[in-house]
Each structure stands twice: as C-alpha cells, then as structure tokens.
C-alpha cells in the first residue's frame, strides 16, 4: 500500500490523503486568505470522508470536474455538512479564480455520494491489483457523523483516524472504536495539551455568563458552526442561559436533529433547540439583541465573517458585556488578535473592545493524554502522526515511548 500525503501533513488544513494512486481520503481546503487546498488535483477511482468539517470536505465537489464522477463515501450527516459547507463557500468566493469548484459541481454530489453508517463494511474499486477495499466507519466521537476510516487491501490494514475525541461531549459521545490495524494514520492537533476537564469548563462558562446577565450585560459566544454550536446550545439549556443561535449553525442545528441516530442525546438537542431563538437578521433585529440581557451563539468562530461583525461593535464599548471565546484562535484571525490585544479588525476596522474577553476549551479533540491513551491500542502497528502544528515533535515523543512512529511531509509518497 503507498500512501501520498497531498494535505494535512505537518499542518491543519486541507486534509487529504490518497493510497495506491486510487483511493483518496479527505478533500479540505485550509480557511486562509487566500484558500489553501491540497498540493494537487487527483483523479481517484473513489472518496472517503472522515467528517463534515471544511478541512477535511471543504474542495470535495473539485474532483467532480469535467466527466469525472468517483464514488464519495460518507456518513448521512457528513454529505448533508458538505453540501452546506460547499455552499457556503460559494457564496464567499464562488465568483472568484480562488474557489476550484462552482454550483453545478455541488449539484453532482448527490449523483456520486454513498452513505453508510458505523461498523457496516463496504467494497471500494481500486487498489495495486485491481481487487478494491474493504471500508469500515467508526464513530470518531469528534462531531456527529464524524467517523474513523478503516481501509483493508487484503494484505494492509490502514486506520486513518480522522479529528477525534475520546472523551463524552454533550453532542457525541467520546469513541471507543479500536479496530485492529497494522499502519495508524493520527492526528495530533493537541499532542502538547491536557484539556481541562469538559464538567469544569462548562460550570465556569455557565456562571461567568450568568454574571454578566445579571450585571445587565449581553455576552457574545463565537462558535463554529458545526457541533461548537450545538454543544454551546446543549449547554445553555442545561443552565437556563437565555440564547440566541444566528449564522450557519442555525442551519447546521436543524440538519443534525434529522439524524438522531448519530446525536448522543436526541431528546437533548430538541430541547436546546426550543429553549435558544433563533436570528432572522431581518429589520434591525440583530442590533436589538445586542441590547438584551443574553448569550449571543453565533459565527463565525474566529471573527472572521459572518454574524458576529455585527454583534461585536455593538457591544464592545461596554465593560459589563463579554466576549466568550470557545475555540482555538488561528494566529492572525481576528479573534486570536482580540485575545492577545484586545482589539481586532472587524470589517475592515481595528477596533478596541472594552467588553472582557475570555476562552474556554470546548475543543472536539483529543488532548495528549487522549491521544496517547487511543495509540496505547497500537504499540505493535506503524504510527503516522499529521493534522497538526508540531508533528514531527510529537512522533519524536512517541518513538521515546517505543512507537514505530514519523511525520511525513506535504507531497510525501511512503510504502506502508
């Protein structure tokens, strides 16, 4: 089996990954200015995707260029995030030379997509010889849907695990899925941190909302748009924080509560869902909520676009109100200026915030010791380290604790 790294490799971003020339797991492209996508345009006889998030979906409809229609392999809520995520993206960039695919690519989707659930092996063409894989998914606990993929050539077994989790979030539960493997393929996006513990986090967040809200101030939470979201409303309704949800996790929310089968608690989410109101944006509308006693869930993540560039000048003069930051801040994004400095560029203004600011880590992945404690299953087998900033650092720390492990490079082919 030869595994060529086109994306994802000693970076986050544009996960992509293709084996024996025919079987490319992945497609992202990495939310840059501009876009970065994979190195380069494959032709692959099918498509795996491990989740519905845009580094790892993101320039899927590309490879539906021309007469191209390979097979796209996923579970039933990633193909309903990719067509959201891919629409989103046109809209940002689609009249633009920097977006590599346009509406009628995302149209073909549904002539190409596969769905499968969890632990269902099924066939995939390709191969060195011409005799295909066996895939299997398995819950990656990362967000809904999210799966870890196992690729079976009859000779090597390959788990590329995809983003994942190992502890219970509100949403999804943690994954417990080990499948038996010969070559791992991880991720490492928090191969140097040890998260807080999810209940901690949440009662600091819930209380420190709660004060504000009784100082008669309003507290804007960005989110990411999918499972952030979600989790955050989760949350709310569990504390009885008054919110409101606005941007694409709107859409996003309506679409995970069609699949309960992939939620940890579905009755959960129905509730969080009637408890939060949701943002038209019509007529002033969001400028009035700025003014209310409430937690704003909104997009984007980052301050990068989307609803949040309206609610933050609105309630950034006042000291009483807050800003609750709930992901990782890319350094150079507005929101990992605001963090270090307390002011940020929203729409193309640098602008102070008097409001407090403050992080919580509602992270989706495995920290350290979940990493180490999911790789404890694989002593035996070769380790991969990618997606993530300090992969070559972090196979060196897994080589000391006696892995067979490397961090392969952007463009690299390797025999596994």
Request: hydrophobic share 35%; aromatic share 6%.
């Amino acid at each position: 089996m030869e595994i060529e790294f086109l994306g994802g490799a000693r970076e986050v971003g544009r996960s992509a990954l293709l084996v024996d020339d025919a079987l490319l797991v992945d497609y992202g492209l990495m939310a840059a200015e501009p876009p970065q996508y994979p190195v380069r345009d494959p032709e692959p006889e099918a498509v795996v995707v491990s989740h519905g998030h845009l580094d790892h979906v993101g320039a899927i409809p590309a490879l539906l260029k021309g007469d191209r229609r390979p097979p796209i392999h996923w579970t039933p809520p990633t193909g309903e995030l990719a067509r959201t995520l891919a629409e989103d993206t046109l809209k940002l960039h689609g009249n633009s030379p920097l977006c590599p695919f346009g509406r009628e690519h995302v149209a073909r989707l549904g002539e190409v997509e596969r769905r499968h659930g969890y632990s269902d092996p099924f066939p995939v063409a390709g191969g060195i010889d011409g005799g295909g894989y066996e895939v299997t998914l398995f819950a990656a606990g990362h967000i809904p849907g999210s799966a870890h993929v196992l690729v079976d050539d009859g000779d090597t077994r390959l788990l590329y695990t995809g983003d994942f989790h190992t502890d219970d979030q509100r949403l999804v539960a943690g994954t417990t899925a080990r499948p038996d493997a010969d070559v791992v393929i991880c991720e490492s996006t928090y191969s140097d941190v040890e998260h807080d513990n999810r209940g901690e986090v949440e009662r600091r967040f819930a209380e420190s909302v709660e004060t504000t809200l009784w100082e008669g101030g309003t507290v804007v939470v960005p989110a990411f748009a999918i499972g952030r979201t979600q989790e955050l409303l989760l949350v709310c309704a569990a504390h009885d924080i008054p919110c409101y949800v606005d941007g694409m996790g709107k859409e996003v929310t309506e679409t995970l509560r069609r699949y309960p089968e992939f939620v940890r608690y579905p009755e959960a989410l129905r509730r969080a869902k009637s408890h939060a109101r949701f943002v038209t944006g019509r007529d002033g509308q969001r400028e009035r909520i700025a003014d209310e006693n409430a937690a704003i869930v909104t997009t984007s993540g980052m301050l990068s676009g989307g609803p949040a560039m309206t609610y933050i000048p609105a309630i950034r003069a006042n000291p009483v109100n807050k800003v609750a930051m709930t992901g990782y801040q890319v350094e150079g994004t507005p929101g990992r200026d605001l963090l270090e400095s307390g002011r940020a560029e929203i729409d193309g203004r640098v602008m102070p915030v008097s409001a407090r600011v403050e992080q919580y880590d509602f992270s989706a992945h495995a920290d350290r010791d979940g990493l180490v404690g999911f790789l404890g299953s694989y002593r035996d087998a070769t380790v991969i380290v990618n997606h993530g900033d300090r992969c070559e650092a972090f196979a060196t720390e897994l080589r000391e604790g006696g892995f067979d492990a490397s961090a392969p490079e952007i463009g690299e082919r390797i025999e596994v």
